[in-house]
């Protein structure tokens, strides 16, 4: 035993020995390197692909994807490789992705993403309200895209020279009060029209929260704006009824309210 330490002592001390032995090591090293290289160039992997024309904004369902069998060396640019990253996701708005073709990250997004995106959840026969807001009656930007509201309505009468705004009492001619409850936000933009949470690292200034309503509704709240001898302010107010299992049915709250509108305004069923 004591020889064989020796031995290895001696060995280890020829400075040419080890050369010799670490260029052999480096040698080595460097063939398997290389060689789990090129294996992993040219060792297949399945990646998805386009079964059919898939066009621009559509939601990327199961049966229109495939997958087949691609040398990784072939792969170029943003290619998508896993099908979970593509299925139930949305082509994007102005991306055409042809039969045949394999997925690339920036023709695939997520239905937030899609400038349009909230015209494909709301129900049939309901219309979309704009309602113009800010920061601070967002409750410093608070009100989220799902969340649901109360939508309050002020309404006052103008100062028109010759009249006064008060009734006999003194008391300011105004209507105030909870008109709809439980509606559901479907977007909240910027003044640019971009959605103000689809990119947290930007500071985007709310502007307007988009909503849908039965058209009756639309029309009273449309018929609040339009008063011409009354300013009117729609208060979006929100609501924890996102948390409910069952959230509650959008409906109206005030029918005083829904009556004074009407008596105030005049609708041509003709034209509407």
Request: glycine share 6%; no cysteine; aromatic share 10%.
């Amino acid at each position: 035993m004591g020889n064989l330490g020796v031995g290895i002592k001696k060995f280890l001390s020829n400075k040419n020995t080890v050369t010799v032995v670490g260029v052999v090591v480096a040698v080595v090293v460097l063939y398997v390197a290389y060689n789990l290289r090129v294996q992993a160039a040219v060792n297949p992997i399945s990646v998805p692909y386009a079964r059919q024309q898939i066009n621009p904004g559509v939601q990327i369902t199961s049966d229109m994807v495939g997958t087949m069998e691609v040398p990784p060396s072939m792969l170029e640019g943003d290619v998508i490789t896993n099908q979970a990253d593509v299925i139930d996701k949305y082509s994007n708005a102005d991306t055409l992705i042809p039969e045949g073709s394999l997925f690339y990250s920036r023709q695939v997004v997520e239905k937030e993403q899609l400038p349009a995106n909230i015209i494909l959840d709301y129900p049939k026969g309901y219309v979309l309200y704009n309602m113009p807001v800010n920061t601070e009656s967002t409750y410093g930007n608070s009100i989220y895209p799902g969340n649901y509201i109360d939508i309050y309505l002020r309404i006052t009468r103008k100062a028109v020279e010759g009249q006064t705004t008060t009734d006999t009492q003194g008391a300011e001619l105004m209507q105030y009060g909870k008109f709809l409850e439980n509606v559901q936000v479907l977007a909240v933009k910027d003044g640019s029209g971009r959605p103000v949470f689809s990119n947290l690292d930007e500071q985007r200034t709310p502007a307007m929260i988009v909503f849908a309503l039965p058209e009756e509704y639309y029309i009273l709240l449309k018929k609040a704006s339009y008063l011409t001898l009354y300013d009117s302010e729609l208060v979006p107010v929100p609501t924890n009824e996102s948390l409910q299992d069952e959230p509650g049915d959008l409906e109206m709250s005030s029918e005083s309210l829904r009556d004074w509108i009407n008596s105030a305004t005049y609708w041509d069923e003709s034209i509407g």
